[in-house]
């Protein structure tokens, strides 16, 4: 099999396939600025309407939980994704900060999930917790990735673990012997590997790798978008096109070759 491409693009693809997953520094900062920036005026906006005040010098978005209860977290959470998922620019802005790789790792013709979820972590919340999955065995398909974009810094227990493509294999192996994931992960939490992602850095990670999040234990808030892409063209599995992904890259060749009528016989 022929291998034809530069040397960035045999690199970045060689790290997603030994590792899992991807980390790059996010070149377009403005676009990633004003993705901040609509949250927070968001996020302001659900305070206001709630005449509760925030301090508005203290970093807000690390700081959320000093003026929040994790009864009304998802509230505020759906506020504000409702209202970003509402503004095309949003979504555009978010395509963008990982086109570069994106292109390089899925294709230059690409699906993307209609809808970009946003996760917030309190600390010591155990409300919104994600246990060690991997989508393909709920109906994605493992031709997906997923671009994860942190609004702060995340690390340790504030961000997600993967397991190594290694021990994930040996684990998924095994996987009909457990009969509860909190099982899985007791087995295999020695050896996760927790992502350290910083404000400013993307991750594009593969679905068909065990991952998760545990009870954030560090002292400040989780915020972070995923969103999943795929090759336009590859196989589609339980989220279909037109439902829950759409077509955002069709190139000229492919609206042709679509649209093409064979010459009626007669
Ligand atoms: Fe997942």
């Not at 977290?73 to 570069?100: A, T």
């Not at 398909?141 to 702060?152: D, F, G, K, N, T």
């Not at 996987?175 to 899985?184: A, C, E, M, R």
């Amino acid at each position: 099999m022929e291998n034809y491409f530069t040397t960035e693009e045999i690199n970045t693809q060689k790290s997603l396939i030994k590792k899992g997953y991807f980390i790059f520094d996010i070149k377009e900062k403005k676009l990633l600025n004003e993705i901040r920036d609509k949250t927070l005026f968001h996020v302001k906006d659900w305070f206001k309407k709630r005449k509760i005040k925030l301090k508005i010098n203290t970093n807000i978005l690390n700081n959320i939980h000093k003026f929040i209860s994790i009864e009304n977290l998802n509230s505020l959470r759906l506020h504000v994704y409702n209202k970003l998922n509402l503004d095309r620019k949003f979504h555009e802005n978010y395509f963008f900060i990982g086109k570069q790789y994106i292109d390089i790792l899925c294709g230059n013709e690409v699906s993307m999930q209609k809808k970009v979820n946003l996760s917030i972590q309190l600390p010591k919340d155990d409300s919104s917790l994600l246990p060690v999955h991997s989508d393909v065995w709920q109906g994605d398909s493992p031709y997906e990735l997923v671009l994860w974009i942190p609004l702060v810094n995340c690390a340790k227990t504030k961000s997600m673990y993967i397991l190594p493509k290694k021990i994930n294999k040996k684990f998924q192996d095994k996987l009909f012997k457990y009969n509860s994931t909190s099982k899985i992960f007791d087995e295999v939490k020695g050896k996760v590997k927790w992502l350290d992602i910083k404000y400013g850095q993307g991750l594009i990670f593969t679905q068909n790798i065990m991952h998760g999040n545990v009870v954030n234990l560090e002292k400040t808030t989780r915020w972070s978008f995923n969103c999943r892409f795929k090759s336009l063209l590859s196989p589609y599995s339980g989220k279909t096109i037109g439902d829950f992904f759409s077509p955002i890259t069709i190139r000229a060749a492919t609206r042709l070759g679509m649209n093409y009528e064979e010459p009626k016989k007669k």
